[in-house]
């Protein structure tokens, strides 16, 4: 059994319990006491696990290119048409529920079942030189310009994209429970992940139709003297698409769907982690595009990706990832000076809280009311265990404060539903349905990740702030279901002050002076968003001092992030504004309307008007133009 990190001395029976809890499907919170315990007062949830568990899933390994999609059973490999022979690697789930667990074999101390990791699906790993074939299909379909799907109607583009969200619909349940059992994402966050992709394909369409006047070609253009101008976006080429684990559908459809509306071919990297998901799609696209449209690839990036790039014949990148892939990428290609790239990589998203939020009001003794404060925060750090790019990673609190500040943050990380992604519970008062805010990670790799940055910086003086944090719960070989951890203090000389953790740590730097603060941000490596935190005094002279002091920092932070909060989480919403960012934090911008343009090129038809010459053969070709049909 491997060392676990941070436990007291009985720490054995602390696990025993844990996994009891686990396997009796009891529900599992970490309250200020001592050891973790069942709150099994009247007024706490009722446990519903064992009624809402789904059967966990098994996706055949399948492949999808120039428009066929070829299954095959899990004991053979593919002998793909035109691929030849095609090893399939099986994939795990970030947990199980498993059939035998029972409060009984909580006697013993044997690793738990529950938390054992089984096999839901087969994942084809294609060769390099089997990429290549895949990319000669999407040669075939964009055919310089000329293929099908380039050439039809921005109408006809549109109404195959609701003909995909028809079909994409109907696997709505196997998505999410995908979702659930391959990413640790519980189950109202795996529902809103496939209901928001769904809602942002629909706002792109909105978008089309209501600024066909300026982008997508609704008329000639008159204002420019006797130059006639008709201007529509039309597509780059052939798009090497690579989304992320953390949101594989609604992330990579973010720039996927924006980019087929255009008319480009798609060549869709399948993320090695999260990739089921993209399986279960592959009926939707067959259904709805033409043949070579887009065609899938997965396996090993590092195997797959670099012949792609080095052809020459990738005409853009979109990538959602770290920025040293994408460097790599675009190295790769010959000719970068020509490859459109659009990037969405790393963030390290500080958290500065100012100190008047801990301020007397009016010597009354009464201090601002820090509730609203301290939810933002935890939904900032911890949504989804922290696995977002727009995650707050860096908490900076003034120096005197901040030891009461990581403490009050404790007594509530501390009492969040720790579970897996499935266990419901129910509030016997309200009636009201919740799911575990903190749920495993997608695989073991995460963990030794986060439990090497918490022992780097306990090692430098940091000291873990709430009970258990950092623990393991389950099977020690297998368990991917940890406990956040607060760390205290984060110092500069720390990992956690500048790496991007991606997982359940909360990193507290104090500071003296925000000059501190700005260094950190004018000096840092990204640059995607920050949430100020403060509040007003009575006193207008001392609220008017706050207000410059907080204006300041707006100014200052308007050179260096994409996005400044005030009071409130990071993150991307909503999908109409723009999602950009600076340094190695994105390249591009990303929304409903930002995508389109990211993935089209502005292409004019124009004539002068001279002469009816002119004029009459505008009219003439007009009615048998795709390009110049007005939609």
Not at 50 to 71: K, M
Not at 239 to 266: F, R
Not at 320 to 346: C, M, N, T, W, Y
Not at 516 to 524: F, H, L, N, Q, S
Request: aromatic share 8%.
């Amino acid at each position: 059994m491997k060392q676990k990190l941070f436990h007291s001395s009985s720490s054995s029976k602390l696990l025993v319990t844990i996994t009891c809890l686990l396997s009796s499907n009891s529900r599992l919170l970490f309250s200020s006491a001592s050891d973790a315990s069942v709150i099994s007062s009247p007024s706490s949830p009722r446990d519903l696990s064992t009624q809402s568990s789904p059967t966990p899933p098994f996706i055949t390994g399948r492949i999808f290119t120039n428009g066929i999609i070829q299954e095959v059973p899990h004991d053979k490999m593919i002998l793909a048409a035109g691929l030849g022979e095609m090893a399939l690697a099986d994939v795990f789930g970030c947990c199980s529920k498993s059939s035998s667990s029972s409060p009984d074999a909580c006697s013993s101390s044997d690793d738990a079942e529950n938390t054992k990791r089984i096999i839901i699906g087969q994942m084809p790993q294609f060769t390099s030189q089997q990429s290549l074939v895949t990319l000669q299909s999407a040669i075939a379909a964009w055919d310089g310009g000329s293929g099908t799907w380039p050439q039809m109607t921005l109408h006809q583009r549109i109404k195959a994209v609701q003909t995909f969200i028809h079909h994409l619909q109907s696997k709505r349940t196997e998505i999410v429970t995908a979702l659930m059992y391959e990413i640790g994402k519980n189950k109202v966050d795996a529902e809103s992940e496939f209901d928001r992709t769904i809602q942002f394909i629909k706002q792109v369409i909105e978008y089309i139709h209501s600024n066909t006047h300026s982008e997508f070609g609704s008329d000639w253009d008159a204002s420019n003297g006797s130059t006639r101008l008709f201007m529509k976006r039309a597509a780059i080429g052939i798009i090497l698409c690579l989304g992320p684990y953390n949101y594989p559908l609604n992330e990579t459809y973010a720039t996927l769907i924006p980019a087929l509306l255009m008319g480009n071919i798609i060549l869709l990297k399948i993320p090695t982690t999260g990739g089921l998901s993209h399986l279960l799609t592959m009926e939707a696209f067959h259904k709805s595009f033409p043949p070579g449209t887009i065609n899938f690839i997965s396996g090993k990036g590092r195997v797959t990706m670099p012949p792609l790039m080095k052809s020459g014949r990738v005409d853009a990148l979109a990538f959602i990832g770290a920025s040293s892939a994408a460097d790599r990428l675009i190295k790769d290609h010959p000719e970068p000076h020509r490859l459109k790239v659009f990037l969405q990589l790393e963030a390290k998203n500080m958290g500065v809280y100012m100190s008047n939020l801990f301020d007397d009001n009016e010597g009354t003794g009464e201090r601002v009311d820090l509730d609203s404060i301290m939810k933002e925060t935890i939904a900032g750090t911890l949504s989804y265990n922290g696995q977002r790019c727009t995650a707050l990673k860096l908490l900076f609190v003034p120096k005197d404060k901040s030891q009461g500040f990581a403490s009050m943050l404790a007594e509530r990380v501390e009492n969040l539903h720790v579970g897996l992604p499935w266990e419901k519970k129910e509030n016997p008062k309200d009636g009201t349905i919740t799911y575990p805010q903190i749920t495993p990670l997608p695989n073991r790799d995460r963990v030794d990740y986060m439990q090497a940055l918490i022992q780097d910086a306990v090692s430098k003086g940091a000291r873990v702030m709430n009970k258990n944090g950092g623990m393991i719960i389950g099977n020690q070989d297998e368990s991917t279901l940890m406990v956040p951890a607060i760390l205290y203090p984060v110092t500069p000389n720390c990992r956690l002050y500048t790496e991007e953790q991606f997982g359940p740590i909360i990193p507290i730097a104090p500071y003296d002076s925000l000059a501190e603060v700005i260094t950190y941000a004018k000096d840092g490596k990204y640059g995607q968003q920050v949430s100020i935190f403060t509040s007003t005094s009575n006193h207008s002279h001392h609220s008017e001092e706050s207000d410059k002091i907080v204006a300041d920092l707006i100014d200052r932070f308007s050179t260096v992030f994409g996005k400044i909060n005030i009071n409130s989480q990071c993150g991307r919403s909503p999908d109409t504004a723009p999602f950009s960012g600076r340094r190695s934090s994105a390249m591009g911008v990303m929304s409903v309307s930002h995508a389109l343009s990211e993935f089209s090129i502005p292409t004019l038809v124009s004539y002068k008007d001279a002469g009816m010459m002119t004029r009459n053969v505008i009219e003439g070709v007009e009615g048998h133009s795709n390009f110049l049909t007005k939609l």
